[in-house]
């Protein structure tokens, strides 16, 4: 394995740089030969002048200044070509420069968005798991197989999940459901007061009731939650059946309340960028519809991704191109959720880097 000279930065950018400042000495070189070169054709110039007054003295030293001449004009062709074709070759350098620039820049940040989105599908089974196992909790089977009347039922319910939130500090809150959609018992009735609360419309509980058995779990995405004081969550919910056996009768729905800022907005403003770069930087989970969950331009959250190029872009696991962002140039970075286990978002995550017009 080769290794870089000490204190030599082998980078695009740096032989970009490199090439702008080999061309700009060599216009410098060529500019003081010119110079040279004037003063030479001057003195030749000079020098027939005064050849002429010698008469037949100066014949021959009229033909050395005239060879002078000759070779000055030949030197001011050649460093004209020298100019010419250095510029030329230099700018392609740029060019060549500036591209691999960009590709080496575009897969890197097509790694960080591929990070990211991992993170994010690697927690989020986790979720997916935990309402089916606390589906099946004796607690919660007990308050909906006709203890919801019975307040020290629900009371014992309550303390049960509030021991799981306690550990398990990712969760606003856990909430047990009636077959009819209303809230009986939740794990934090004292900060969020939602039993009663119908939710019988709400996409969470819909799911986990259409799904076959407490063997899958149902979904809402990202939204501002009546469940959490109307903070931005996710809540995954499961059939709870009787007896706490998952091929039973359905007797409600368990939902836990995932706290997705504390997740999703951690994860992108803890990319890291460098310094310099952050500034110019949008990072973003955005779901299938193209709806931006997560930014670190949080004014963009809930609004539509938009780009020119997004069936370019969305179409592929990982790229990266040179496109257009929100009407502006950018370098964009894109990641497709990769899945864990059995659990996949479908959800995209991108890494967008602003650059100026040209």
């Known amino acids: 394995m080769t290794s870089e000279p000490h204190g030599v930065a082998a980078t695009p950018e740096r032989i970009s740089e490199l090439s702008g400042l080999l061309q700009s000495r060599i216009k410098a070189t060529v500019t003081e030969i010119e110079r040279i070169n004037l003063n030479t054709r001057l003195l030749a110039f000079n020098a027939q002048i005064e050849a002429a007054r010698a008469g037949v003295a100066g014949i021959s030293f009229n033909v050395v200044s005239g060879e002078m001449v000759k070779l000055a004009e030949s030197i001011q062709q050649a460093t004209s070509t020298i100019a010419k074709e250095s510029e030329s070759l230099a700018g392609e350098l740029a060019a060549i420069s500036r591209e691999l620039a960009t590709s080496v820049r575009g897969t890197r940040l097509a790694d960080l968005a591929y990070t ?27 308050v909906l197989e006709g203890g ?29 459901a009636d077959t009819k959609g209303r809230i009986v018992a939740n794990g934090h ?48 919910s499961c059939k709870v059946g009787r007896g706490g056996r998952a091929d039973r009768e359905t007797i409600g729905v368990l939902g836990v ?10 994860i992108v403003n803890a990319t ?8 110019k930087t949008l990072i ?8 931006i969950l997560a930014a670190t331009d949080e004014a963009l959250l809930g609004k539509s991704f938009e780009t020119a190029d ?9 790229t990266s191109m040179v496109g257009t962002v929100f ?24 890494i967008v880097e602003y650059r100026n017009a040209s």
């Open 116 to 142: 990211n989105i991992e993170l994010i599908d690697r927690n989020l089974y986790e979720r997916s798991c935990d309402c089916r196992w606390w589906a099946t909790d004796g607690a919660v089977v007990s």
């Open 148 to 176: 919801h009347g019975d307040a020290s039922v629900v009371a014992s319910s309550e303390e049960r999940l509030a021991v799981i939130l306690k550990a398990y500090t990712v969760y606003f809150d856990i909430v047990v």
């Open 189 to 236: 009735p004292g900060l969020y007061k939602v039993k009663g609360l119908d939710c019988s419309s709400e996409p969470w509980f819909v799911t986990a009731m259409g799904k076959a058995s407490g063997d899958d779990f149902g979904f809402q995405s990202v939204h501002a939650s009546a469940l959490a004081a109307q903070q931005r969550a996710l809540i995954y």
């Open 257 to 266: 309340v995932f706290r997705w800022d504390a997740l999703a907005q951690t």
């Open 272 to 279: 890291p960028i460098d310094p310099e770069s952050r500034a």
């Open 284 to 291: 973003a989970i955005v779901d299938d519809e193209r709806r």
């Open 310 to 318: 997004a069936e370019e872009i969305f179409s592929r696991e990982k």
């Open 327 to 350: 009407g502006r140039p950018a370098l964009i970075a894109h990641a497709l959720s990769p899945g864990y286990e059995t659990y996949r978002t479908g959800w995209h995550s991108l």
